[in-house]
């Protein structure tokens, strides 16, 4: 291998980006671009869940526990309604996800019983948000119904209510907020990661074989190490700029806490985007068109990890097949780290098995992309 | 200039050289032999298989059967160490159309290893060889087609290699710029380039020291340009023109003597065993198949006459055989 060579080849690679609007795309835009639309568009939290209420009574009672419907943060009344055929309408229409009807005898019952109901009917085909609104309203009933306690208590000469026997004392580590999106923007980066990084490299290869200037390109005395090395040089560095781009558009835009060091950061992406730009670089190889190369590296990165790699759906809660299969995704090493790095703080050797991993990866990656590439036409 | 025979040591030896694609063969059992400073023109219609054997002799493909020895480094064994050795133009442009004149040449240069040193003069020089001075900065792209080819030239000897492989390097340039071409191929054979070009062109392989015909895979003749107009038709040509020339047509084929005639446009070329026999007997003949105005004359052949001969002589021996 020599120096000279490879600079050669890093220089004109470099040059012909720089001049290739579409590889500049890709560069600079599509980063940027999936950013925004998976950061916005992933989102696990439920709020403002639109709901409909059917006070049949109109008590003070009733009302008062609608105004707590109304106040909390995960709830939006989007329709007051008067019959339960109107209900049924806004739930088929979707219109609501939830609808809270009062009972006529709500008061009268709570005052001569001491205990009363609320209904709640859910549109369950989204059960994730289901389970969730279901959650939010029983919260919100609880919490009215402490303060009835509290009041009726008080009414009857008790100065301090009874606590409940058993309580949780719940406290939140790493996402305290329990935001969903402090959990997935680091993930989201490892998607636009692994996604713009086999895009980059896999037009290289195939753009000089349609172009016809492979077979002058393999005739000089270049070798395939030069030929690998100087093309991937240039994508490293661009690689980076977007991986920067991306985790300043985490911590800056999306407000994602972080917490661990960038010397980490900065280890574990030089890792990963040696593992996806050979994966891009061993896919141009292989299939010599532009237009087939790129729609392989999108299908074969896109997919994996998008459902596999943990990003949204945990990987242990996974039947055992599938969850062995995810030990073949790489970004599913990248989103674990990252997750860890932005929430936990850790650093590389918190981090031992999945950077270890991430470097067996690197290495068995590399090793079949530089002896794929052959000198010849045949 | 016109070598019949191989002059020095052979630099490329090619020996019984086969390739197939599936169950085509587009090279068929061909051997030869070029000397240091030669030109060898590699002359036959497209896919005769000239573009094949080149990329063999750069390493760039597999021979199926046979040997081939470039610079005396057999390119089955160490293509590697043939690719210091040779110059190769390919029959597609492939130069980076997207950088300019001197990105091109600055990348060769470095590619080929050639020394910092000396490749700022040897890309000025390649720059003035192409008649692009001036244009360095100019992406290579927006160059026209017969400066294109001259900096491909250009770029394939920046390392100085005594081997020039160029697969049809004047198609599609137009005639000023394939003069100018051959010039330069001329200028490299003087200092001892060994130069193989293909080329469809017939009228190029008078500029060739030595001439293969090439179809159907198969090497129909080789020699200089001279030695294969003389051996290659056994006879003379004479050129007949005549208003009936159906008539003389019909009269003189199978007339004794007359070994073959075909129309030529407007014309006749009548392959005789002597022209100076046939001249005084052929009026005569004419006349007698009612052939009143016809003029002949005694005509050198061109390539194109040899190249259509051997190869209906060549089909002729194959099915007879």
Redesign the interface.
């Known amino acids: 291998m ?1 120096v ?2 490879l ?3 890093a ?2 690679e470099m ?2 980006v720089w ?2 609007p579409r590889s500049l795309m890709i560069a600079l835009l599509m980063p940027i671009m999936q950013m925004v639309l998976l950061g916005y568009g992933v989102n696990l939290d439920a709020k403002h869940v639109p709901v409909c209420t059917f006070d049949r009574e109109g008590s003070q009672l009733s009302e008062a526990l609608l105004k707590r419907f109304q106040a909390s943060a995960y709830f939006a009344i989007v329709d007051v309604v008067d019959t339960y055929r109107a209900v049924t309408a806004d739930l088929d229409r979707g219109d609501c996800r939830i609808a809270i009807v009062v009972p006529p005898d709500f008061s009268e019952r709570l005052s001569d019983s001491g205990s009363s109901s609320v209904q709640a009917i859910i549109d369950g085909t989204d059960d994730n948000t289901a389970n969730l609104a279901l959650g939010y309203a029983q919260a919100v009933v609880s919490g009215f119904s402490s303060d009835v306690q509290i009041r009726f208590s008080a009414s009857q000469g008790q100065w301090m209510p009874r606590p409940p026997p058993l309580s949780i004392d719940a406290r939140v580590w790493f996402n305290e907020d329990l935001e969903s999106r402090n959990f997935i923007i680091p993930g989201v980066v490892a998607m636009v990661m692994a996604l713009v990084g086999s895009q980059l490299t896999s037009l290289t290869i195939s753009r000089d074989w349609e ?13 395939p190490m030069e030929v690998m090395l100087g093309k991937l040089l240039p994508y490293f560095v661009i690689g980076f700029l977007d991986a920067a781009l991306c985790l300043a558009f985490a911590v800056f835009w999306f407000e994602v806490p972080f917490r661990g060091t960038i010397l980490t950061l900065f280890v574990t992406t030089a890792l990963f985007l040696v593992v996806v730009l050979c994966i891009g670089y061993l896919i141009s190889v292989m299939i010599r068109s532009q237009l087939g190369a790129s729609q392989i590296a999108l299908l074969v990165t896109m997919l994996p990890t998008a459902l596999l790699s943990g990003y949204t759906f945990p990987i242990d809660q996974m039947p055992a097949p599938i969850r062995a299969i995810t030990y073949l995704v790489h970004a599913r090493y990248y989103v674990t780290i990252l997750k860890s790095v932005f929430l936990k703080g850790l650093g590389v050797f918190d981090l031992a098995g999945p950077v270890l991993a991430m470097v067996i990866y690197a290495a068995v990656v590399a090793v079949f992309a530089s002896r794929a590439f052959r ?4 | 200039m016109s070598a019949a025979q191989p002059k020095g040591e052979p630099r490329i030896v090619v020996e019984g050289l086969v390739k197939r694609f599936g169950s085509f063969t587009a090279v068929d059992h061909v051997t030869f032999r070029i000397a240091e400073g030669e030109i060898v023109g590699f002359i036959g219609p497209n896919g005769a298989g000239k573009s094949t054997t080149i990329r063999i002799l750069c390493g760039l493909l597999r021979p199926s059967e046979g040997r081939a020895v470039v610079a005396g480094i057999d390119v089955t064994r160490d293509p590697e160490a043939v690719r210091q050795h040779i110059g190769y133009m390919s029959q597609k442009f492939s130069l980076y159309g997207d950088l300019t004149v001197a990105e091109n040449l600055r990348f060769f240069g470095s590619i080929y290893g050639v020394p910092r040193a000396v490749l700022g003069e040897r890309m000025r020089f390649a720059v003035e060889m192409a008649g692009l001075s001036g244009r360095e900065d100019a992406l290579v792209s927006t160059l026209a087609g017969g400066w294109k080819q001259r900096l491909a030239l250009g770029c394939a000897i920046l390392h100085r290699p005594p081997i020039l492989f160029l697969d049809e390097p004047t198609s599609g340039v137009d005639p000023e710029s394939r003069r100018r071409f051959w010039d330069l191929i001329h200028a490299l054979a003087a200092d001892g380039v060994t130069v193989l070009v293909s080329t469809h062109y017939m009228d190029e392989a008078e500029y060739c020291n030595r001439v293969a015909l090439i179809n159907q895979g198969r090497l129909v003749a080789m020699g200089s340009p001279v030695e294969l107009k003389r051996r290659g038709l056994g006879g003379d040509l004479l050129l007949i023109e005549t208003d009936a020339l159906g008539l003389a047509l019909a009269a003189l084929e199978g007339a004794p003597g007359v070994r073959d005639v075909a129309a030529f446009g407007n014309t006749l070329h009548v392959l005789v065993d002597a022209a100076a026999l046939a001249q005084r007997d052929l009026p005569k003949r004419l006349a007698d198949h009612g052939v009143a105005d016809a003029r002949i004359a005694s005509i050198e052949p061109t390539l194109e006459d040899i190249f259509v001969r051997l190869v209906a002589t060549s089909a002729a021996a194959g099915a007879a055989s």
């Open positions: 020599r000279g060579r600079k050669a080849m220089v004109k040059l012909q001049r290739d172009r016809g200037t492979m077979e002058l390109l393999v005739s000089t005395p270049v070798t000198k010849r036409l045949d």
